[in-house]
């Protein structure tokens, strides 16, 4: 299944990450749609625009969007059209083979720094928990509800799994911080 990732830069901090960020996030999107697009029975090809931000965007969005004053880590914003839908362009039929644009991602490098060295995980173990978290929702996941919370946690855990990337809830449950 295609998925189309537009990046975009508002913290030149995330160019200068140890790892190579924009093929990383595209395999942590892939493996995602993967395991996942089947149970929500949506089909591709799919686009998701990434936002490498910092936390001052962060604050400002979160208020925006969720009324809190603080920065977050990782923000989804969804669009609600329907895949595969035809729709007019000035007279023109958007074919099938379009991509379905998913959504936003918007990620904050100084709270996603800070909360991996508090959990004592490397950046890029938690970024890659925080991409598949972002894009979960997305595809329609939450975490309002104790069930919806298992539900979602477990495929995080599958997905990181298959990424040979630690349960990022062990590491939760031994030092008792929660911020997803």
């Given at each position: 299944m295609k998925i189309v990732t537009l990046?975009?830069?508002?913290?030149?901090?995330?160019?200068?990450?140890?790892?190579d960020l924009e093929p990383f996030t595209q395999v942590c999107f892939e493996k995602t749609v993967?395991?996942?697009?089947?149970?929500?029975?949506?089909?591709?090809?799919f686009?998701?625009?990434?936002?490498?931000?910092?936390?001052?965007?962060?604050?400002?969005?979160n208020?925006?969007?969720?009324?809190?004053?603080?920065?977050?880590?990782?923000l989804s914003f969804g669009y609600?059209?329907?895949?595969?839908?035809?729709?007019?362009?000035?007279?023109r039929k958007i074919s099938h083979e379009a991509p379905h644009i998913l959504g936003d991602i918007v990620f904050s490098f100084e709270t996603i720094k800070?909360?991996?060295?508090?959990?004592?995980?490397?950046?890029?173990?938690?970024?890659?928990?925080?991409?598949v978290h972002g894009l979960l929702h997305l595809l329609g996941y939450d975490h309002k509800n104790d069930e919806e919370a298992a539900l979602m946690e477990g495929l995080e855990q599958k997905i990181l799994s298959e990424l040979s990337i630690p349960d990022p809830y062990q590491?939760?449950?031994?030092?008792?911080l929660r911020h997803v």
């Open positions: 990046f975009d830069y508002e913290s030149e901090a995330w160019k200068k990450t140890l790892f993967h395991l996942v697009a089947p149970v929500v029975k949506v089909s591709g090809p686009e998701i625009s990434c936002l490498f931000s910092e936390d001052k965007k962060m604050k400002l969005l208020y925006q969007y969720r009324g809190k004053n603080v920065p977050t880590n990782v609600a059209l329907e895949p595969g839908v035809f729709e007019e362009d000035e007279g800070e909360e991996a060295q508090v959990q004592g995980k490397t950046f890029q173990d938690h970024f890659a928990h925080l991409a590491v939760i449950e031994e030092t008792g």
